[in-house]
């Protein structure tokens, strides 16, 4: 099956190796992921079945808790948590609904009883942000407040809080360490609640969280580490030309240029028209093209998080995000990169951005991920496992001390 694949929809496959490959963390369950998509007949079904499980999982955690099984509570809303994100994937590829706000709440109602299950040893710690603040939550293996080693893990373009604990925030805590989740602008609570929009100039949200858990005593300074995935790939390197504190930071993978996967598909004459600044050419062939269905719900998903009014505001705007040359030699921290086989977003990215930061005499190290392992395609849905192996072994041998 996974050789031929889920789907012959490539979304729809990469979602579920996704949601399947959370499994290795108690965030999903095979069982139960593998009965949901055996219900899903086409890309409208995705959202609808979700739901059904979604809520199954989720009314199994209430009782749970209600009879004080706080282990079993935290594992069930964590589960629904992912269930929860994948309904809001389902729906964000539509315009904005009351529906899809309100699978957004659910699935936040849901981690934030992950966090209340933890008996203390997760915490709230918004972040000072311009005019208001951060969700942050500072996850620690217990109580004792004894500094530890941190890891700042910042999210992608459209992946949930809750993604977060397979991807790095589980591995943490069985090392001893803690690991901080946040959402910055243009993510999650930050876009569906308080209508903020991506920046490509990330260090001006890092440099806050860096900030905030300078100032904590249950988190050692000099072994403050980072860890970005998927469009991250881009913000934490970019964060790190500027903000200097972290002793190390793992990179999945690495991207130069986050609009190669916008403009890879644009016909000729659109890029010329993007590249001449021929706004009325541009928005009029984009809006031929989107009179397909598909085309229409990909940009509408994408293109939410970033501030345009029309096609060529958003196709410009994205294109503001790059790594130049004089930003990439900026960078000090030393780095480990994922590099992927069948990296389909921004392949040969991982190695240009490893090249960059050696040429100007940093350290940058590539981690190839294969098909032979299993660990293929972007961040490594099915290789999780091995990526925190190899990560965490990577950051404790940089830690100082």
Known sequence: MISDGFFRDDGLDFQTRGVLGRAVRGASEVGEVLATVARVRRAGDWAKQWERTAREVQSEAERARERGHAVSAQSGFLRAATYWAC??????????????????????????????????????????YESTQLPGYLLRPDTSGAPRPTLVVTNGSDGAISDLWTSAAAGALARGWNAFLYDGPGQQS??????????PDWEAVLTPVVDTLMARVDVNPVRLTGYGISQAGFWLP?????????AAAVIDPGVVDVS??????????????????DREAFNRNVGLAVRMPGLRRTLTFRGRPYRHEDWY????????????????????????????????????????????VRASGGRADLLRFTVEEGANEHVQPLGRLLTENRMFDWLDEHLPG
């Open 238 to 246: 970019r964060a790190l030309a500027y903000e200097h504190r972290l």
């Open 260 to 277: 190669a996967s916008w403009t890879r598909s644009l016909g000729k004459s659109m890029r010329a028209a993007l590249e001449e600044g």
């Open 87 to 128: 309904v809001v994937d389902g729906l964000s590829t539509e315009p904005d609904t009351a529906a899809l706000k309100e699978a957004f709440v659910a699935h936040r109602e849901c981690w934030d009883a992950v966090v209340d299950c933890s008996q203390g040893a997760f915490v709230r710690v918004p972040v000072p």
């Open 190 to 199: 930050m876009l569906f609640e308080q209508g903020t929009f991506f920046r």
């Open 313 to 356: 505001d958003l196709f410009t705007e994205v294109a503001r995000y790059r790594l130049d040359d004089e930003t990439i030699a900026g960078i000090t921290t030393p780095l480990l990169i994922t590099d992927p086989d069948d990296e389909q977003f921004w392949p040969g990215q991982s190695s240009r951005l490893a090249q960059g």
